[in-house]
């Protein structure tokens, strides 16, 4: 009977745990991702990178980059920081065992009036001595501890996935636009060749008295404006190498260049997927949803240390006054007894720290909500941009047809003499401007499906 009413009393007090029990928020999700025209199926997101970025040079940078990166080092280690809580958390279920060993000498003083000169004035101690503690988890608090250092853990492992999400697409996006800024020179460069030639041609006109001065300064600024952009895209090509550089945890230097990316968008199909998984697959979200569960199980932890905690404490050893006896068996000494202690007064500092608990958990659960909200609107806005950039780049390039057109009609004109210089420098602007417009298409298509494939939670896997 005694047996059955200890393991009855043991069991009630285990059931005993405050708190809310910590679980997933939640999370309302629209019927589709807006935008996705296959929203049934597998996901862009769930391609493994290697899959998405097929150019060798830009697998070898995203390598590199998980590899070395000094933000996703410094996340590794708050990964194992998080782990040796867990380890401290998981103790507190333990007993607690320590020990001590201590040797005295006194020397008493006869002045006192408590020694005869008679008497032995000095005496010696020796002790070998264990301590043990072990709390007994009365409400639950240890096992809200456990689960709360448990989800810090998987907090700090998305975390760090979601760091490496966002590090592919980085370094997948300051590829292309470097790729882009290369075209770009190059069609600078293109220009300012052609128009030196113009100005040659020009120039040689105006010495036969054919043109005047005007038509060679206007020869002579469109030269400059091509030549200015030259070293603007320089500029602008060394600080996106620089910034590839940093996340591959190097300093400043130039960058080796891979081929055409064109294969990026050509051998893609963009799909968002089921509108529930989107969250799952989100390394960002799940962080959120490990933080969310960990302040839950703070709100039992905090609750616990308002209550008053059991304890079962004890110690036991040898003590001698002579070395050479300390372990008979006659040294021998133990105490051992439970301790109760509670607060009393507290000036509600327990009330207010269980407060601030579920304020933190409440915190926790409108970032989550905001998160999540987040990764939909940024796969819609992807998915959408996606769309729109192959739109662009249709319209662009046949405006370029239009323009290269216009610019060899001008040409021939001016050369006949039917018209003025000034038709072939409007002609000449417009055709630079619209191939420049149409390589930074290109370049914002290829960044559509980069965008694309972190928003919808690939990279990480």
Not at 213 to 236: F, H, M, N
Not at 270 to 281: E, H, V
Not at 409 to 426: I, K, M, Q, T, W
Request: proline letters at 3%; hydrophobic letters at 40%; charged letters at 25%.
């Amino acid at each position: 009977m005694r047996k059955l009413l200890a393991l009855s009393s043991t069991t009630l007090l285990a059931s005993c745990v405050l708190g809310p029990q910590p679980s997933s928020p939640n999370s309302e999700t629209p019927a589709s991702i807006r935008g996705d025209s296959t929203p049934h199926g597998s996901s862009f997101g769930d391609k493994a990178w290697r899959q998405v970025f097929t150019d060798p040079t830009l697998r070898s940078l995203i390598a590199r980059c998980i590899e070395a990166n000094p933000d996703l080092v410094a996340a590794s280690y708050r990964i194992e920081q998080a782990r040796a809580r867990v380890v401290v958390a998981r103790s507190d279920w333990l007993p607690q065992v320590g020990g001590s060993a201590g040797a005295s000498t006194n020397y008493r003083s006869e002045n006192t009036g408590q020694v005869t000169p008679a008497a032995d004035r000095g005496s010696e101690s020796y002790d070998l001595t264990a301590q043990l503690s072990w709390e007994v988890d009365l409400w639950g608090g240890i096992r809200r501890s456990n689960e709360a250092a448990r989800a810090r853990l998987l907090e700090a492992e998305y975390f760090r996935d979601a760091l490496q999400t966002s590090l592919v697409a980085s370094i997948a996006s300051a590829y292309i636009e470097l790729k882009g800024l290369d075209e770009r020179l190059a069609i600078s460069r293109r220009t300012a060749e052609n128009r030196r030639n113009s100005l040659g041609i020009v120039t040689s006109l105006r010495d036969g008295g054919n043109v005047s001065d005007l038509e060679v300064g206007q020869a002579e600024s469109l030269l400059q404006e091509a030549l200015t952009a030259i070293p603007i895209t320089e500029q602008a090509i060394a600080a996106r190498e620089n910034q590839i550089r940093f996340l591959l945890g190097d300093y400043p230097s130039s960058l080796t260049r891979g081929g055409s990316l064109d294969k990026l968008d050509g051998s893609l199909r963009i799909r968002g997927g089921l509108p529930s998984t989107l969250l799952a697959r989100r390394p960002d979200i799940a962080a959120a949803d490990q933080s969310y569960q960990a302040a839950v199980a703070e709100i039992g932890v905090a609750e616990a240390l308002r209550l008053p905690s059991l304890s079962l404490t004890g110690s036991g050893g040898v003590v001698s006054g002579e070395l050479n006896h300390l372990l008979e068996g006659k040294s021998g000494s133990y105490s051992v007894g439970p301790r109760l202690a509670g607060p009393i007064f507290d000036a509600r500092r327990g009330k207010a720290r269980a407060d601030a608990a579920r304020a933190s958990a409440n915190e926790a659960l409108a970032a989550h909500d905001r998160a999540a909200k987040q990764a939909f609107r940024e796969a819609a806005d992807a998915l959408n941009a996606h769309v729109k950039t192959g739109q662009i780049i249709t319209e662009r390039s046949r405006l370029v047809d239009a323009n290269l057109k216009v610019s060899r009609v001008a040409g021939e004109r001016f050369e006949g003499g039917a018209s003025s210089y000034l038709e072939v420098l409007d002609a000449e602007r417009s055709l630079f401007g619209s191939e420049l417009a149409l390589a930074d298409a290109k370049r914002d298509r290829l960044l559509a499906v980069v965008e694309s494939y972190r928003a919808l939670g690939g990279g990480w896997k």
